[in-house]
């Protein structure tokens, strides 16, 4: 088990398409890493100044979220590719009434 700590977050990066839109199929090697994800752990969010006391995070595991995309870093949680990213490198999370039209059906 991976514990996140700080205003940091643990994502799961969501592969990019394996064709394009016209069915040509991409190498790997020309393939660029999605910068979109779903957060799967939270870190105890940003500290207070006066007391060091954490404020909680704005974001929830579960999140589908935009991130910058030379964010973070890159390292293997459970055999599977995750994000440390932090809380300042999140673009914006996508609402339930979107996911599955931006997130092509799923992860």
Do not use: W
Request: aromatic share 6%.
């Amino acid at each position: 088990m991976f514990k996140v700590t700080g205003p940091r977050l643990l994502v799961r990066r969501i592969k990019t398409a394996d064709k394009t839109d016209a069915g040509i199929h991409i190498p790997d090697q020309a393939k660029e890493k999605g910068s979109k994800g779903v957060i799967v752990r939270v870190g105890d969010g940003p500290v207070t100044e006066c007391c060091g006391m954490p404020l909680g995070s704005q974001f929830n595991e579960g999140d589908h979220i935009m991130f910058g995309k030379y964010a973070g870093t890159e390292l293997v949680v459970d055999g599977e590719e995750h994000l440390i990213i932090g809380e300042e490198d999140v673009l914006g999370v996508f609402t339930d009434d979107v996911i599955d039209a931006v997130f092509e059906g799923g992860e």
